[in-house]
T-cell receptor, first 115, second 112 residues
C-alpha cells in the first residue's frame, strides 16, 4: 500500500531563511508519480510540481527546488530566501501506476514565515 | 474554460439531513475523485471514478454515495449527515497518466 509521511507538522522561520520540507514515501510500484501542492490560507490547492519515478533529476523553479532520491524514497522541497507569502500548508502526494488516479497525501506541513 | 467547479462553497446541515455536493469539469477527463480534508489529516479519498458509469470506493467511503452519469459531472451525496462529516470537500478532475489532479475550490460543510 502506498504511504506518504511528512514528519514536520509545523515549521516557523524568519523571512529570507531557507527552509526544507521533508517527504518520505512508500510504494511497491516501479512506476509512480510524486506531487507537491501548496494550500494558502485562502484554502485552494495549488499544484507546484510533479515528478515521475523514472526521472530523478532535481528541479529548480525560481526560489523553489526539489530533491528526488529514490534510494531513500524521499522527495524534499526547499524554499530559498523564504517570504511571508510562502506561508501555507504544503502537501506531498503519491500516485502509483497500479492505483491509477488515486492520490495518497501526506498530512501536510504548516509553514509560517515571519517578517 | 472553467476547469473544475464545485457548489455550494459553504453549507450548514443538521444531523440527519441529506444533500448533494456538486462537481463539474470541462476538461473532458475520464478520471474524477472526491476528497475530504480534516485538520491535521491531509486529504483522504472518499470515492473515485475512472469514467462515466464507473465508480469505486476510496479510503473513507462510509456515509457517502456517488454516481457518474456523464463525463462532466460527479456529484457526492450525503444521505444522512453526521457531525463526523464536518469537513472541507474537494473534487478533482484528473488527466490520463501521469494523473495530474485539478482541484475545485472546495466546499466547507458543517453538520450540527
Amino acid at each position: 500500500a502506498q504511504k506518504v509521511t511528512q514528519a514536520q507538522t509545523e515549521i516557523s522561520v524568519v523571512e529570507k531563511e531557507d527552509v526544507t520540507l521533508d517527504c518520505v514515501y512508500e510504494t511497491r510500484d516501479t512506476t509512480y508519480y510524486l506531487f507537491w501542492y501548496k494550500q494558502p490560507p485562502s484554502g485552494e490547492l495549488v499544484f507546484l510540481i510533479r515528478r515521475n519515478s523514472f526521472d530523478e533529476q532535481n528541479e529548480i523553479s525560481g526560489r523553489y527546488s526539489w530533491n528526488f532520491q529514490k534510494s531513500t524514497s524521499s522527495f524534499n522541497f526547499t524554499i530559498t530566501a523564504s517570504q511571508v507569502v510562502d506561508s501555507a500548508v504544503y502537501f506531498c502526494a503519491l500516485s502509483e501506476e497500479t492505483s491509477g488516479s488515486r492520490l495518497t497525501f501526506g498530512e501536510g506541513t504548516q509553514l509560517t514565515v515571519n517578517p | 474554460n472553467a476547469g473544475v467547479t464545485q457548489t455550494p462553497k459553504f453549507q450548514v446541515l443538521k444531523t440527519g439531513q441529506s444533500m448533494t455536493l456538486q462537481c463539474a469539469q470541462d476538461m473532458n477527463h475520464e478520471y474524477m475523485s472526491w476528497y475530504r480534508q480534516d485538520p491535521g489529516m491531509g486529504l483522504r479519498l472518499i470515492h473515485y471514478s475512472v469514467g462515466a458509469g464507473i465508480t469505486d470506493q476510496g479510503e473513507v467511503p462510509n456515509g457517502y454515495n456517488v454516481s457518474r452519469s456523464t463525463t462532466e459531472d460527479f456529484p457526492l451525496r450525503l444521505l444522512s449527515a453526521a457531525p463526523s462529516q464536518t469537513s472541507v470537500y474537494f473534487c478533482a478532475s484528473i488527466s490520463a497518466p501521469p494523473f495530474e489532479q485539478y482541484f475545485g475550490p472546495g466546499t466547507r460543510l458543517t453538520v450540527t
